[in-house]
């Protein structure tokens, strides 16, 4: 991890970045955003077609001040989002289940952060082919070299979505149970459920070619451990901490 | 669970609602849609502010055809959300992570829903306390009984925002390594990882008063328990099978 952070680490603050609700669980720095996204595989995609708001999931990852997603060349979504189409970002890791003694306290431990910007579709074919493999690579180190080539008709089948981050925000709670402080003398029970996106066995294809052992790069991928944590480890492995 | 479902358990196909991408990954039914939503605590939210898209994390439950989430009533999202906001509500579970033996393979298994309609606010207080008893409940069987009451100034500043689902569409893809014929001869180590949520161990609050034990209302949240079972078997709990 870089020690320190130039000011420029920070997105700038505008209307629509701007954390409102719960504002003190803002923040607006790269080395605070970058890894709430850097932790996860999953993102959801809001987009506007013909003023129908659409939130789609999908896999993407990042470099840089970069997010990159894919889809199918038919996807609705997609064939719309030519250069320029606003979209909004999101990722949220849910932490803990937070039980308080009156309902208003009840909430949840998380970690979210909302990328604003222009999404385009990547039509070089070099660029495409690369970040593709960067795609498989960000995720899997090490392996797109290691795989049966991508055929022109899958590149063609393919679309890549890029989209400079403008701006952005994270949101974060973790201090579990906090009631107000006239509540704790209530007989009520208050606690807080951790809860964790878990790794479990491997189940290698039973159809694997004699021989075929599982390669060194997806050792993050142990039983038993946190995804995000294995996630945020591949992607400092290929492009270094946020 | 019902044993059988009537034509109209299913919701039409419409522009909005019809999956595109992977289409025999979709389907329409509420029986197979509602449970997906019912399995999740989070969702995300996509609306449309001056043509800009947001996407937003948030609680939410479903009451039959309704579905409802809260905010302060500070939130940028909830003050726009006037009668008849478009929205689109989405919620996905990532259940595995699919290592194929090309890049075009590779994928990961998944439940997903798309819900779309128009989004109001609840106005009226008892229609209001007794939304926010349901989301209490809905997640902890018995519990908002066992509260301390919310207050008039907490009611007034928490916002209740209610859906009736107009359409909406389900997508699960559940096959784990699916590759290309020719590619299984291929020496490339292929795997499906899979992922879960589990529930931890309960931390309750350092301040809890001596006596007080932990309600059975919460059984459903052992330790190690995948949290989509729990959250669903509560969701049946109070509601019943979808």
């Not at 999404?119 to 493999?133: N, S, T, V």
């Not at 960067?134 to 797109?144: K, Q, T």
């Amino acid at each position: 991890m870089p020690t320190d952070h130039p000011a420029s680490d920070a997105f700038p603050k505008t209307a629509r970045n701007q954390v409102k609700r719960m504002h003190e669980r803002g923040c607006y720095a790269r080395h605070e955003i970058y890894p709430i996204l850097d932790a996860a595989m999953l993102c959801h995609v809001a987009y506007v077609i013909d003023g129908q708001p659409y939130c789609t999931p999908t896999a993407f990852w990042r470099e840089g001040d970069h997010l990159y997603w894919h889809g199918s060349s038919a996807s609705r979504m997609l064939r719309v989002q030519k250069p320029g189409l606003p979209v909004c970002l999101t990722v949220s890791h849910l932490d803990s289940l937070v039980l308080a003694r009156c309902g208003f306290n009840h909430s949840v431990d998380y970690r979210s952060a909302m990328c604003f910007g222009s999404a385009h579709i990547i039509d070089d074919p070099a660029e495409k082919a690369r970040a593709l493999d960067s795609m498989v690579n960000r995720f899997y180190p090490d392996r797109a070299a290691s795989l049966r080539p991508n055929t022109d008709q899958e590149l063609k089948a393919t679309m890549v979505i890029g989209m400079l981050i403008e701006d952005a925000s994270g949101k974060v709670r973790s201090k579990g149970v906090a009631d107000d402080e006239e509540d704790y003398a209530l007989p009520i029970y208050a606690a807080r459920f951790p809860v964790t996106m878990v790794v479990g066995e491997a189940e290698p294809c039973p159809r694997l070619m004699e021989g075929v052992t599982r390669p060194d790069g997806l050792s993050a991928f142990q039983p038993g451990r946190r995804l995000d944590d294995a996630l945020l480890e591949n992607q400092i492995r290929l492009y270094g901490a946020a």
